[in-house]
């Protein structure tokens, strides 16, 4: 039976994480500028890498900043490539040309 998955947000370290077993496997740091979610890197422990729990995590990420009315700005080259590939998040994109 595959371990049970679970979101959190981990508000005393800035992270949004995806727990295994109770066991943290990835996690998509964050900052607030002003009302913009800024997502500078995402961190995959290396024994669970390449089982698509970054792109769940950032999926649920994307999904809350569309549910909550927020902007992103993706710093991390992770999350870039993700909405490049995923076009139906291109619009929470914050425009930072200002």
Known sequence: ?????E????????RYELLLGGEVMTYAGYEWRGEVLVLP?????????GQGLAGELVTHVLDLA????????????YVGQFIDQHPEYA???????R
């Not at 979101?7 to 800035?14: A, G, K, S």
């Not at 619009?91 to 040309?97: E, H, I, P, R, Y």
Request: include cysteine.
């Open 1 to 5: 039976m595959p371990a049970a998955r």
């Open 7 to 14: 979101f959190r947000h981990n508000e005393e370290q800035q």
């Open 41 to 49: 890197h995402t961190v995959t422990d290396p024994a669970a890498r």
């Open 66 to 77: 569309r549910t909550n009315g927020w902007t992103v700005v993706p710093s991390c080259w």
């Open 91 to 97: 619009d929470l994109v914050a425009d930072t040309s």
